[in-house]
């Protein structure tokens, strides 16, 4: 009887240390388990349960701290760096990418090998050797896979075998993701995309974990392990970007009265979820001009009053979503109920399915969810310069000529605020190429009626563009003028000479002087000709397209130098 015991105690023994030496992939994947709920009702497609067997003899499992880690990878550590396009909308696809950052002077060839850059330097110096790991040559050596297609070591740690995508064979990564008490097994190289569908993931902030194995011959090395919170909200992800033609700074949130501020809603769906949904915007500016609701997302609005105002958005978008649940099942109709409650007997649900907001789904049917997301914003208004415009433009002769030097003196209005810098910026004639920069401090009165003088070095065809600034706003104008040659000798000098000694004699040569009119009689002076500003039909047909480069349906009239920033002397 004592025997039977005995045999009985070794037999329980025998049965509990497989139990006991067993790894399960929670136990590999971290210490944080979610709560029981959480893990019976948050299904994710694709992944597995952790509750699965962990295969620790193919892959091994090392504890932080364990001193195999230094010799895990060949001339130092990788590091794994986890990334997620998080938040997402419920409902959405979450994708995370996992990049492996190889120590100095390492990285992988096409064919999924690790090789040392050429000409790079480490620790160690220059390799005679240029593989760091090279598993093709592992592949071909040993035999990774026979004849059958299979072998068992081509497998994940659950003993799924691997994928075989055509380029598998040159990948020697295994990753495994693990987050709400389910996993997902990937193949690849030094970097991995996975996505994840939301639908029933739990509301608020999660976490994702990642074990990274590489192949060691017949088994696999741990060689990486990261982590990384991600955040699944019912809230839509709104961002708006706001911009204004004149404003100095935007990212202060500061703007110009009686100019218009354009606001571009931005939604974050990466994934695309609500590509086929119904978007409405409703604005609330709050400058008592009530509420203005769109379907685009951009629009524009002006203040009128200085002051600080509160800015309030609401998005609403009609999103994929679970079916609410049915109603309960009523008792067996009366004849004299039966017509009423034939609609509830035309709608029993199918079985229900896992839901993390305890909805069940009635199948085959497809219904939608009002998803809303908000916005809101404290912008100061104030008063700025709203426009600035060059209205007449006169070459000033000096006393001592100078052949390579021209001097022209532009006269400037403006409205609004009044400026306290002026820059020029003196370009080719296409407004690309920048020859010369000024900016001076001026003091205007209240007419804002300043002139600018400028010098010219040379003749030709010259793109001026024009800044005025005070501490909130630039405005910007700019034309194109043309500046004649300064040489006395040239034909046009000649020709200017003639005309002031005609002028001279016009009394005794009134025949010549008759002529030289009706030659120049469509000539008017710049003071009174709109060619002021254009100079030209053509030139304001060029002058417009500048603009649309330079200001997209803004209300700018002139060119403006394009990939030039003005920096001002205040």
């Known amino acids: 009887m004592e025997c039977l015991h ?20 929670h136990d590999v994947l971290g210490n944080e388990r979610p709560p029981p709920y959480t893990r019976e009702h948050n299904q994710l497609n694709g992944w597995s349960s952790d509750e699965n067997d962990w295969n620790e003899k193919l892959y091994p499992v090392w504890k932080r701290g364990d001193m195999r880690w230094k010799n895990a990878w060949k001339g130092g550590r990788v590091q794994a760096v986890l990334t997620s396009d998080s938040p997402a909308l419920v409902g959405s696809n979450i994708t995370f ?27 160690t110096g220059l390799s005679a050797d240029p593989y760091v790991y090279n598993w093709t040559a592992w592949s071909e050596d040993s035999d990774w896979e026979n004849g059958t297609g299979q072998s068992h070591h081509n497998i994940f740690p659950d003993g799924k075998p691997f994928p075989h995508h055509p380029r598998w064979r040159r990948w020697n990564f295994v990753y495994v993701f693990h987050t709400l008490g389910r996993y997902f097994q990937k ?25 990274v194995y590489r192949r060691h011959r017949l088994a696999y090395v741990p060689i990486a392990q990261v982590k990384d919170v991600y955040v699944v909200t019912d809230q839509i992800p709104v961002f708006v970007t706001m911009s204004q033609k004149n404003d100095r700074n935007s990212s202060d949130e500061t703007f110009l009265k009686d100019l218009p501020i354009m606001f571009d809603v931005l939604i974050h769906d990466p994934s695309h979820f609500l590509n086929y949904s119904t978007i409405n915007y409703k604005w609330s500016f709050g400058d008592n001009t009530g509420l203005f609701v769109s379907m685009n997302n951009t629009v524009n609005h002006t203040y009128v009053l ?8 609401t998005v609403k978008a009609a999103a994929p979503g679970p079916c609410p649940p049915p109603p309960p099942r009523p008792p067996k109709p009366t004849p004299s109920s039966a017509t009423t409650l034939k609609s509830y007997d035309s709608n029993t649900p199918g079985p229900a399915g896992d839901n993390s907001i305890g909805l069940s789904k009635i199948p085959d049917e497809n219904c939608q969810v009002n998803r809303y997301g908000h916005f809101h914003a404290t912008i100061t208004i104030v008063e700025g310069i709203i426009e600035v415009n060059i209205i007449k ?25 009044l400026p306290t810098e002026v820059c020029t910026i003196i370009s080719d004639p296409t407004c690309e190429v920048a020859r010369n920069t000024v900016c001076d401090a ?3 009165d209240e007419t804002c009626l300043l002139t600018v003088r400028r010098a010219f070095n040379g003749s030709g065809t010259y793109c001026v563009n024009l800044t005025l600034g005070d501490d909130t706003s630039l405005a910007l104008t700019g034309t194109l003028i043309s500046v004649p ?18 002028g001279c004699l016009a009394i005794f040569v009134t025949v010549i002087s008759l002529l030289v009119y009706k030659k120049h009689k469509e000539y008017k002076p710049i003071e009174n000709s709109p060619g002021n500003v254009v100079r030209s039909k053509g030139l304001s047909v060029f002058l417009n397209r500048a603009k649309a480069v330079f200001f997209r349906e803004s209300q700018e009239k002139d060119p403006l130098l394009k990939n030039q920033e003005f920096k001002g002397v205040s």
């Not at 200085?306 to 958005?313: E, R």
């Not at 046009?492 to 003639?498: D, F, G, I, T, Y």
């Open 442 to 444: 001026v003091d205007v």
């Open 187 to 211: 193949l690849g190289g030094c970097s991995v995309r996975v996505s994840m569908n939301t639908a029933n993931v739990t509301l608020g902030p999660q976490l994702m974990e990642v074990a």
């Open 97 to 123: 990418v996992v990049n492996l950052v190889f120590p100095r002077c390492q990285k992988e060839d096409t064919d999924g090998n690790i090789v040392y850059e050429k000409n790079c330097r480490n620790e």
């Open 485 to 502: 040659d300064r040489d006395p000798a040239s034909p046009l000098r000649m020709a200017n000479s003639a005309l002031i000694s005609v």
């Open 6 to 25: 005995y045999f009985l105690g070794f037999l329980l023994l025998a049965a509990s240390m497989p139990l006991d030496a067993a790894k399960r992939f």
């Open 393 to 417: 433009m006169t070459d000033i002769l000096m006393r001592v000529p100078q052949p390579d030097n021209s001097l022209i003196d532009f006269v400037v209005t403006c409205q609004g605020s």
């Open 306 to 313: 200085n002051g600080t105002f509160s800015l309030n958005l």
